[in-house]
Every structure is written in structure tokens, then in C-alpha cells.
Nanobody, 113 residues
Framework: QVRVEESGGGLVQAGGSLRLSCAAS??????MNWYRQAPGKQRELVAS???????MYADFVKGRFTISRDITKNTMYLQMNSLKSEDTGVYYC?????????WGQGTRVTVSS
């Protein structure tokens, strides 16, 4: 069974840090992504990684977030530093294989100001 599952969300004060994890099983994906969805807004792409090389960051996280991956553990990470209240939302792990999108259930990040 192919799955991706996020963990690591929580409540943090503005300026703080969190590290999200996405554990994949059943497949080793080439490209994986982090998305987020803020309350009342559409889901947006945060960062992508190809193999273990970061391929893109959204402008709103550049310099603050770092995407990485441990292929031996089939796990992707998102290190989030200097968090802002506008980073609040549900963060989703995404991977595509053979035209099918796999999504996790999401992990909630709340940044208090």
C-alpha cells in the first residue's frame, strides 16, 4: 500500500521553529512536495525536492524554510524557521507517481503572534 504521512505540526510562537516530517511507504518517489492550506485560502505549493535536491521554494518561505530528504528512510522534511503568523495552516505532503497524486492527511501548524 502506498502512503505518505505527515507529522511534526504544533503550536509555536512567532519567530520560532518547527520541523515537519513526511514518511512515505510503498514507493520511493522521485519528486515530493510540501503544500499548505491556510484557513479560508486555497492550497499552495511551499517547496519541492527531486531525489534529495531541493528544486523550488515559494517566495514566501525563501530563506526561512528548508526542504530535505533522507532517501534511506524514505522520509522528507521541512525545517521551518522564523515562523510568522501567516505560516499558520495545514501542511500536506504530496507525491505523484504514474499520474496519481498521493496526499497525506496533513499536519496543523499554528503560529501565535
Amino acid at each position: 500500500q502506498v502512503r505518505v504521512e505527515e507529522s511534526g505540526g504544533g503550536l509555536v510562537q512567532a519567530g520560532g521553529s518547527l520541523r515537519l516530517s513526511c514518511a512515505a511507504s510503498g514507493l520511493i518517489f522521485n519528486t515530493m512536495n510540501w503544500y499548505r492550506q491556510a484557513p479560508g485560502k486555497q492550497r499552495e505549493l511551499v517547496a519541492s525536492i527531486i531525489s534529495d535536491v531541493p528544486s523550488m521554494y515559494a517566495d514566501f518561505v525563501k530563506g526561512r524554510f528548508t526542504i530535505s530528504r533522507d532517501i534511506t528512510k524514505n522520509t522528507m522534511y521541512l525545517q521551518m524557521n522564523s515562523l510568522k503568523s501567516e505560516d499558520t495552516g495545514v501542511y500536506y505532503c504530496n507525491a505523484r507517481y504514474d499520474g496519481y497524486d498521493y496526499w497525506g492527511q496533513g499536519t496543523r501548524v499554528t503560529v501565535s503572534s
